[in-house]
Every structure is written in structure tokens, then in C-alpha cells.
């Protein structure tokens, strides 16, 4: 029952990225740091360390309130 | 605006369903013979089946002014006993010259053994003798793509298939346009976790274009529901298409399809 959850959440996430990469105006979005912080975030479940998501949580945080 | 549901299993589903799609446009639904949830322990079983939903569902379909067709087959899931499947093929003729009955689906693979290929095989000849047309379900999930390779490379070599007279379901990324550069119709599921989000649909339309492409909600009894059809026209609207484009993917497509039968009753748009 994970793995199905799992596999849904992370197409629908590739979608979304390729989805932002195809639109007009891609370039600069592709640019905007809130989707550069989370490419990075999503380095986190590549790790075999555990609290995967109080990491990508901390490391989404303190860059005020548009970030 | 009309709507089609191409892919829907009523037999599963309550008159709360009927009432649900008939209020938000949906004007005709078509129902595949497919697995029960339960393997049947006898091919009379099919027979019940295929009498269900080509003569009871169609009359409590138009109690919601919704027209109601189906399509009648030995599924996959149910393929591997060759013997089986071809008692079940046997009554199948009898069943394709009842006016709502459009062809023979959904054919397919499940596991993609060497019995369930034998059996699409020769449902697909049995279509081709009868002059029918083909709706084919593709394997779930991690085997979608083999099993779709292998019914395509089938199709493909046969010689005597005309792929405008056949329609692959639940298209994913991976293989949309594998169907679609040989000419075949693509139809994309819509559902819950295992198949496509309404997102994700629309992304494939933005990319491949209309031309031979539906959706369809496959509701059924898991989990699933038709009006995630209708949450797919809200979000192609909500992304600015136009009434004329979104009436082509989810009315005149499907109808465009289907009436290939001659015996679906709408007109295009």
C-alpha cells in the first residue's frame, strides 16, 4: 500500500516539474529559488539517513515569508 | 456542453452514479466486460454477465436520460485458463448482434503470459471476422509497458488490423505515444493513486495534441469515481482551452471513435 502511495506522489511530482519546464516563460520560473530549493529538497530521499522529511522540512524553511 | 464516459463499469456502481453524471452532461457511457473483483467459476457466469450489461444496464441508464452501451470480451485477468476463455468466446457472436453491444473489450494482457497472449489473439481475430472494433485494456502498473509493447508489436504485424479501429486504455507517459506514432486511438484513465491525476491528462493533451486521444474515469468497484472525467474538463478549462477544444477530447473524439460501430447513436458536435 506505500509503495502504490509512493509511486503515485512521486509521478505526480515529476509531472509537475515537467509540467513547469513546458509552460511559457520556463526559463525564469525554472530560475525561481522556491523550485531550486525544492530540486535540492528532493536530494533527501536519495539519503539512507532517516528524518527525510523533518530535513527537507528545515531545509524549506527561514527565508522569510515568500519562500 | 455533452460529455461521453467511454470507460465505465455501471455494474459496480449505484443509480447515485447514473443521477451524479447525468447532472453535469454526461449524455452516453460505454461499459467494457471486465473482472468482477472475483475470479467467475463458470463460463454461464460471463453469459449472466454480458446479458447484464447489454440489456439491464441500458434500461437503468435511461432513467437519467444516459444512453448506455457496452462491450463484450473474455478479460485478461480471467485469460489464463485457455480452455475457459474459449467457452466463454464460444456465446460471444450471439452478443455482438444486440444493438448497444459495440465490440469486443476490453481484450488485453494482464501478467502478459503465453495464454493470455493466445486468447487476445484470438479475440482479435473474432473481432476482425465479425467487423468490430477493439478496445484494448493495457496491463496495470510496473507491467504497462511490456504488455503494451507486446500487444502493439502483435497489432502492428498482423496486416489485417486497421488501428483507427482500436483503442488502447489507460495510457500513461511511458506509453501514449508508442499508440499513438502507429496510428492507434489512446485513451487516458483517470484514478485515484494507480493511474492518472486530471494534471497529468492535460499535460498529455498539451503535448500530443487531440488527434485520436479520450478519457475516461474507469469507475469500477475500487477506488475510483466518474466525476473524476468532470474534474478533468474543469482543470483543461482552468488552464484557458477553449469550450471547442475541451468538447473535442471529452464528446466528439469518443463519438468520433464509436461511431465507427454503427450503432452508436449520437451525432458529432
Known sequence: MFYLHMRSALIETAATFDRIQAAEGADAVWRDRRLEKLREAAGFLQSDEPQRARRILESLSGEGPDA | MKI????VHM???TVQDYERMAR???VAICEPAFWAGYDRTSPQAFH???THISEFEPTRAAQYLIQHYCW???NPKEAEDVGFSREVISFIPEFLKKPTVLGLGEIGLHLSTKNEMTIFAEQVELALKHDQ??????PHLNDKLRGT?????YLTGHGGVDPDRVMFDHMEEHTLPLVLEHGFWAAMTVYPVTKNSPQRVIDAIETYGPDRLVVDASGDWGPSDPATLHDTIFEMRMRGHSDKAVERIFYNNPCQFLRQSGK???EMM
Open chain 2, 149 to 153: 509493447k507486446l500487444m502493439l508489436d
Open chain 2, 24 to 26: 453535469m452532461h454526461t
Open chain 2, 72 to 74: 463484450v470480451c473474455i
Open chain 2, 264 to 266: 452508436f447513436r449520437l
Open chain 2, 4 to 7: 461521453i464516459e467511454p470507460h
Open chain 2, 133 to 138: 472494433l477493439i478496445w484494448i485494456h493495457t
Open chain 2, 11 to 13: 455494474i459496480a456502481r
Open chain 2, 48 to 50: 449472466d454477465y454480458f
